[in-house]
């Protein structure tokens, strides 16, 4: 058997985050000497833990607005695919931001990481105020785009890149050439990302040192509670929203689409990329859950590259546990900032393992917490990143069947029938095709 290299990554960041709390609580509990003081934690170790969070930070730009632009594009013919296309963007964006304010609300409840001082920082860090809302809705059109990336304002960012992609759709033979130029942007960049993900046991052993050295142990419990906290926000999006959508919206029963979801989410969960399960997500809906390819072979796809609920429940977990962790009080406007941020942001996150820790650094940055606060998560990361990846899946599912239903296509006795799907390929019936 080829050994999996995720899997093999996933035991390093382990292994590392396991060494860094035993020798920064073994630090922390003797006390370091001067010498590893000085050349240890705040030299070697501080120079690549340094390295690693301003290599995340390095590729949000690039990430979001090329990621994003694919992204749009996806759609294709707008003039024939509009009202689908509407349909699913809406769905997706609306799950999204319900998934984040679930998660927020769950976590302003729990409180993880409440009680837990991070100690003293190179920086002080405080909640911002609020913004007025026509102000935030002005801001979202950058006047010089250049500008906004150059700052890093991902919000103005974002709209730039959906004007972009759609513009890119929409000027023919001249588009085209330039999403071929994308496309190659894309895979080279998710090359970066990879080289990147790779140095993350390195990153995750330096940091997690460093904070233990100076906390010990007692960073546990909150990592617990964050743990436990995002794990129920999850469950509450699997086994609760997505089946009231299907319920109220397409009038299908939510128990029959669980049953039927089996495949895909053991596969995304094991793969923790919903790119990877883009094969068994479309046999699935199409198959056994009645969708027609002409509409699954679009929604799936554009699922896989913009709708990530469960990535975007995690930054807000996230930004509350750290924001916690280094006693920083965040205003309801924060939260506002945050679901908002996290719902566009989703949208430029690539159906890549892991990658949702990168644009994570960029909805800290908007309510401006400290990006070194990712590193507290790491460690635990990796599971969660696949429970996720099982909503992410499971959300395409299900947009893809609510659209399918409201354009009258879904196959409903496919949908009801338990066995659906068991026959090969060459016997399986036709589904029919969405009007254009």
């Given at each position: 058997m080829?050994?999996?290299?995720?899997?093999?990554?996933?035991?390093?960041?382990?292994?590392?985050?396991?060494?860094?709390?035993?020798?920064?609580?073994t630090l922390n509990q003797f006390g370091p000497p001067a010498w590893a003081q000085l050349y240890l934690l705040d030299g070697i170790l501080g120079v690549v833990g340094a390295l690693f969070v301003a290599a995340l930070k390095m590729m949000v730009v690039p990430l979001v607005f090329v990621s994003l632009v694919v992204g749009v594009t996806a759609l294709s013919d707008l003039r024939t695919l509009g009202r689908v296309g509407a349909k699913a963007l809406?769905?997706?964006?609306?799950?999204?931001?319900?998934?984040?304010?679930i998660a927020l609300a769950l976590a302003a409840a729990v409180a993880p990481g409440g009680g837990f001082n991070a100690g003293r920082t190179d920086a002080s860090f405080s909640g911002k105020p609020a913004p007025p809302l026509t102000e935030m809705l002005i801001g979202l059109v950058p006047t010089n785009p250049i500008a906004a990336m150059a700052e890093g304002n991902m919000l103005q960012i974002i709209v730039f890149a959906l004007l972009?992609?759609?513009?890119?759709?929409?000027?023919?033979?001249?588009?085209?050439?330039?999403?071929?130029?994308?496309?190659?942007?894309?895979?080279?960049?998710?090359?970066?990302?990879?080289?990147?993900?790779?140095?993350?046991?390195?990153?995750?052993?330096a940091l997690i040192t460093r904070t233990f050295a100076t906390q010990g142990l007692d960073v546990l419990l909150p990592l617990a509670s964050y743990f436990l906290t995002l794990t129920a926000a999850l469950a509450i999006q699997l086994f609760v929203s997505y089946p009231l959508l299907l319920r109220l919206l397409a009038s299908l029963n939510p128990i029959t689409f669980l049953k039927k979801m089996r495949d895909p989410a053991a596969f995304a969960f094991s793969t923790a990329s919903s790119g990877a399960t883009i094969p068994?997500?479309?046999?699935?809906?199409?198959y056994k859950m009645g969708v027609p390819n002409s509409i699954g072979a679009f929604t799936v796809?554009?699922?896989?590259?913009?709708?990530?609920?469960?990535?975007?429940?995690?930054?807000?977990?996230?930004?509350?546990?750290?924001?916690?962790?280094y006693g920083v009080d965040l205003a309801f406007g924060d939260y506002l900032l945050v679901v908002l941020t996290a719902t566009l942001a989703s949208v430029g996150t690539a159906a890549i393992p892991a990658v949702g820790l990168v644009t994570l650094a960029m909805v800290l940055g908007q309510v401006g917490?400290?990006?070194?606060?990712i590193a507290l998560i790491l460690g635990v990361d990796r599971l969660l990143d696949m429970m996720r990846t099982t909503v992410n899946v499971t959300g395409d599912c299900a947009v893809s069947c609510i659209v399918a239903q409201s354009e009258r296509t879904l196959d409903r006795a496919i949908f009801d029938d338990p066995a659906a799907g068991s026959v090969t390929a060459a016997t399986r019936r036709p589904s029919p095709s969405a009007p254009a």
């Open positions: 080829i050994p999996n290299p995720t899997s093999t990554l996933t035991r390093r960041i382990v292994i590392a985050m396991l060494a860094g709390i035993a020798l920064g609580s809406t769905l997706y964006l609306v799950t999204t931001a319900l998934a984040v304010t972009f992609g759609v513009a890119v759709t929409m000027s023919g033979a001249r588009g085209t050439h330039v999403l071929k130029l994308f496309n190659d942007l894309d895979a080279v960049i998710m090359h970066m990302v990879e080289w990147i993900m790779r140095l993350a046991p390195y990153g995750v052993f068994v997500t479309l046999r699935t809906v199409e796809p554009l699922g896989a590259t913009i709708n990530m609920d469960g990535t975007a429940m995690m930054q807000g977990v996230a930004t509350v546990f750290i924001a916690n962790v917490l400290p990006v070194e606060g």
